[in-house]
């Protein structure tokens, strides 16, 4: 199974949190990189953060860093992305992915992930 589901996007006010959740096959998330983006209307999608295999490495976008962690639950075969101090301009469709290979490559480039979730909306207002 090479499906990504995402869940938990919803609406909060600015300040607040949210945490995102990316259900996937154990062999996704023990043997891939995996990693979280987002995409507003008319804009590039966004690398925002990534985990390697063995959870030694993680990467943030300067956009987040600080604000968003990312991390697995393998028992439960979960990615996550933790968001707090959510911003207005934090607004936008957030997707999980995962790449074909054990050590992350590219870990902010689209181009580099082959497997996609369909997404969840987060809305932050001010």
């Known amino acids: 199974q090479d499906q990504l589901v995402e869940s938990g996007g919803g609406s909060v006010q600015a300040g607040g949190s949210l945490r995102l959740s990316c259900t996937a096959s154990?062999?996704?998330?023990?043997?891939?990189?995996m990693g979280w983006f987002r995409q507003t209307p008319g804009k590039e999608r966004e690398g925002l953060a990534a985990?390697?295999?063995?959870?030694?490495?993680?990467y943030y976008a300067d956009s987040v860093k600080g604000r968003f962690t990312i991390s697995k639950d393998r028992a439960k075969t979960t990615l996550y992305l933790q968001m707090n101090t959510l911003k207005p301009e934090d607004t936008a469709m957030y997707y999980c992915?995962?790449?074909?290979?054990?050590?992350?490559?590219?870990?902010?480039?689209?181009?580099?992930?082959?497997?996609w979730g369909q997404g969840t909306q987060v809305t932050v207002s001010s």
């Open positions: 992915a995962a790449q074909n290979r054990d050590v992350c490559t590219g870990a902010s480039r689209p181009a580099e992930y082959q497997y």
């Open positions: 985990i390697s295999t063995g959870d030694t490495w993680t």
């Open positions: 154990r062999y996704i998330i023990t043997n891939q990189c």
